[in-house]
């Protein structure tokens, strides 16, 4: 399991006024919520682009620390960015309690793509349908990804939630059937042009039908 420290503010101030002061301010506004009770807090920017880079794509717990020193176990839950400008509007942090079981979201890494059998004997193309699976867990338990491997896989394949490899103290949640990975067949474009299919046909007409019309 990764876990991280990232630095908080607690806010008492609310509003759209205010988190566009803070977001000119280079910080990001952000709740913490936690079995009903939510807080308002506010991160350096440049502090969760650091984390970012450091948890990589993997699943990871985060311990924020306030400026009180208090501590609190969570997860990211979600990131709201600005659709026009490259920043973070807010983020929601979801609070883990030690030692019970919560859901999360963990990436899904596939290997041996080149080896599938679909892809090496048959030039099958791997498509990949769910990056991140559902699970539920005790944080010691949270693992940084699934790892999938398709080597065995051939055109036509397919593998399902169900099928996904079992780790010690992890559940998968969803629907069992989804589809995670399969091998498609290769897809080979004919084209045909109205002048092609003309030539071939005027070839094909013997040169006694023409009518006497034609000749003229």
Known sequence: ?????????????????????????????????????????????????????????????????????????????????????????????????RGESFVAQVPVHLINTAEAVGVRLDGGIVDHKTHSVEIRCRPSKLPDHVEVDVKDLGVGDALHISQLPAIEGVEYLGNPIQVIVSIQAPTVAVEKTEESDEAVAADEVPASKVSADDAE
């Open 1 to 97: 399991m990764k876990q991280f420290k990232l630095n908080i503010v607690n806010r008492e101030n609310t509003g759209r006024g205010v988190a566009r002061r803070l977001r000119a301010e280079g910080n990001i506004p952000a709740c913490v919520y936690s079995k009903g009770n939510s807080r308002s807090i506010s991160l350096s920017v440049v502090d969760f682009r650091d984390l970012k880079r450091s948890i990589g794509g993997g699943a990871a717990l985060i311990e924020l620390v306030d400026d009180k020193g208090e501590t609190a176990l969570v997860s990211i839950q979600e990131v709201q960015r600005n659709a026009f400008k490259n920043c973070i509007n807010h983020i929601d942090f979801l609070e883990v309690a």
